[in-house]
């Protein structure tokens, strides 16, 4: 599975972006999905999940009421659609899959496939 994040770009405090993570493959819709952000100097970090079906999703909380995930299989596609940005919010967002997730979907070492980044700026 390869995959391929974009969307990111530069937007205002209280702005909206949304993300797109494209997947090749025939086993996408089999793979649960994770979205995760790194800031400069600071960790990569976990930001949401959906489920390979897309009933099951869970957000860190600093995100919570703000962001959503969402997927649709049939185009290979996940989606992450981030509202009331904040500054804190910049990094760079990256899609991962795979079929060692299961309950450990914060866990980046869990995700066996990765997309490139797409860097999410957003100004005060």
């Known amino acids: 599975v390869q995959l391929q994040a974009s969307g990111g770009g530069l937007v205002q405090a209280g702005g909206s972006l949304r993300l797109s993570c494209v997947a090749s493959g025939r086993t996408f819709s089999t793979y649960a999905v994770g979205w995760f952000r790194q800031a400069p100097g600071k960790e990569r970090e976990f930001v949401a999940h959906?489920?390979?079906?897309?009933?099951?999703?869970y957000y860190t909380n600093s995100v919570k009421g703000r962001f959503t995930i969402s997927r649709d299989n049939a185009r290979n596609t996940v989606y992450l659609q981030m509202n009331s940005l904040k500054p804190e919010d910049t990094a760079v967002y990256c899609c991962a899959s795979g079929p060692r997730v299961g309950s450990w979907y914060e866990r980046s070492g869990r995700y066996d496939f990765w997309g490139q980044g797409t860097l999410v700026t957003v100004s005060s």
């Open positions: 959906i489920s390979l079906g897309g009933g099951r999703k």
